[in-house]
Nanobody, 131 residues
Framework: EVQLVESGGGLVQAGGSLRLSCAAS????????IAWFRQGPGKEREGVSC????????YYADSVKGRFTISRDNAKKTVHLQMNSLKPEDTAVYYC????????????????????????WGQGTQVTVSS
């Protein structure tokens, strides 16, 4: 059974930092891309960042480039999202998601922003940034 468990959310002041983690089990972790999405109040779920499987290629939404860093530890089957210089507009529930297919990088580059591309999701972790 595929399982994804997020942790690391919380309340932080604007300008602060948080590190989210996504612990995975139930599939061959090294081969698969993992993405972070977020959903703010009254908003649609949006892609934040993604890291590929074998190549570890990384992708970011324009709104977080230069502030967020995604990384993976294949030995621990964990993906991290380091979030710096947080803004109130980053407030959302953050979800990690696993791509249970293995698309080539050229395809993953286009597809990662679509929630429909990902077949397994965690329960989410709340991030609240106060002004």
């Amino acid at each position: 059974e595929v399982q994804l468990v997020e942790s690391g959310g919380g309340l932080v002041q604007a300008g602060g930092s948080l590190r989210l983690s996504c612990a995975a089990s139930g599939f061959t972790f090294n081969d698969h891309a993992i993405a972070w999405f977020r959903q703010g109040p009254g908003k649609e779920r949006e892609g934040v960042s993604c890291i590929g499987g074998s190549l570890g290629d990384t992708y970011y939404a324009d709104s977080v480039k230069g502030r967020f860093t995604i990384s993976r530890d294949n030995a621990k089957k964990t993906v991290h999202l380091q979030m710096n210089s947080l803004k109130p507009e980053d407030t959302a529930v953050y979800y990690c998601a696993a791509d249970l297919g293995i698309p080539p990088p050229a395809l993953l580059r286009r597809l990662w922003v679509s929630p429909a591309h990902f077949g397994s999701w965690g329960q989410g972790t709340q991030v609240t940034v106060s002004s």
